[in-house]
């Protein structure tokens, strides 16, 4: 497998293993209802984001957005769209701007790093 299959599966199972185990141990049916998805998962999330933007900084943007893609799609499949299926998009959109500026990073840091080592 390629190396970015393996990245967006890295980044898909980081999202959607975050979701599932803020909501088991939280007790609460949708992860964001509890305080540790923002004071732990989403920190988790961008880690994985920060490091995979490291190793893999072309388009590195997109390893922010498959974990919370990844999780919207769980929560989708698991509870079905609900009424306010629009306001969740929207929700999950702004929830992913923090880990595409972490990936970001990583790929800032990979290419001055790179750059660096040239010199």
């Given at each position: 497998?390629?190396?970015?299959?393996?990245f967006y599966?890295v980044?898909?199972a980081s999202?959607?293993?975050t979701?599932?185990l803020?909501?088991?141990?939280?007790?609460?049916?949708?992860?964001?209802?509890?305080?540790?998805?923002?004071?732990?998962?989403?920190?988790?999330?961008?880690?994985?984001?920060?490091?995979?933007?490291?190793?893999?900084?072309?388009?590195?943007w997109?390893?922010?957005?498959?974990?919370?893609l990844?999780?919207?799609?769980?929560?989708l499949?698991?509870?079905?769209p609900?009424?306010?299926?629009p306001?969740?998009?929207v929700?999950?959109?702004?929830?992913?701007l923090?880990s595409?500026v972490?990936?970001?990073?990583?790929?800032?840091?990979?290419?001055?790093r790179?750059?660096?080592?040239?010199?």
């Open positions: 497998m390629k190396k970015d299959a393996w599966l980044a898909a999202g959607v293993l979701w599932v803020v909501s088991v141990i939280s007790g609460r049916v949708e992860a964001w209802d509890s305080g540790l998805y923002f004071s732990v998962g989403m920190p988790v999330v961008c880690i994985v984001a920060l490091v995979l933007g490291f190793l893999e900084p072309r388009r590195a997109r390893w922010g957005v498959v974990p919370l990844a999780q919207f799609l769980w929560m499949l698991t509870q079905g609900g009424n306010l299926l306001l969740g998009i929700v999950f959109v702004v929830l992913s923090p595409i972490a990936a970001r990073i990583g790929a800032f840091v990979a290419v001055r790179a750059r660096s080592d040239e010199a």
